[in-house]
């Protein structure tokens, strides 16, 4: 049942988000003169690595180096400001969430290798965090439990936390909820909120 919505919904907005996507990459096109497309290798389903695809929303070269973007982090593009306050940058994973890479709802998908900074600068893989490898149960999601409620500033150790609460109580009913409130954020432009983001 879950794969079949994720085919359908993915198929629908692939089609139905053309007109957006195109004026999305003449933008970052015009902004900056970059690539339209940043990819990077994810951690999927069952630790299996996977390419994904998103609007670039920072400058070239930021990638580099694994780390979240912060508040008015310098790395992020002025259209990459309104792409990422209204997930837009997101929409090309709707082609991995048709070719099986994805779910739409689900623990945030991981780059390979990315660490957090905690205090005292003290540098931390994210596989060496409890619940990291839980949340590769199910394939990681475009919006999830933790993507919807959790704080940005919200530790990694929390939110694996809530990926957990994910993965132990999935169901139709529960993911339909939260594709319904991730799309009630992207129409307010709520995403990049610090706090609360309805």
């Excluded at 990291?132 to 694996?160: I, M």
Aim: charged content about 25%; proline content about 5%; aromatic content about 8%.
């Amino acid at each position: 049942m879950k794969r079949l919505f994720d085919v359908v919904l993915s198929a629908t907005g692939l089609v139905a988000s053309l007109p957006v996507s195109l004026a999305i990459a003449a933008a970052i096109r015009l902004d900056d003169g970059g690539p339209v497309l940043f990819t990077q290798t994810r951690v999927g389903q069952g630790g299996r690595l996977f390419r994904t695809f998103k609007f670039r929303s920072m400058r070239v070269g930021s990638e580099r180096v694994a780390v979240p973007a912060a508040e008015d982090d310098p790395r992020i593009t002025r259209v990459g400001r309104l792409l990422r306050a209204t997930a837009m940058d997101e929409l090309p994973q709707l082609w991995n969430i048709l070719r099986g890479d994805m779910s739409f709802v689900g623990p945030r998908p991981l780059a390979d290798g990315e660490i957090e900074v905690g205090d005292a600068g003290a540098v931390v893989p994210l596989a060496d965090i409890t619940g990291y490898h839980d949340r590769h149960a199910v394939r990681p999601g475009l919006t999830g439990l933790t993507q919807v409620h959790a704080s940005r500033d919200l530790s990694r150790r929390d939110k694996f936390r809530l990926d957990r609460l994910y993965v132990r109580h999935a169901s139709f009913c529960f993911d339909l909820r939260l594709v319904l409130l991730s799309f009630w954020i992207t129409a307010r432009g709520r995403w990049e909120d610090r706090g609360r983001k309805f």
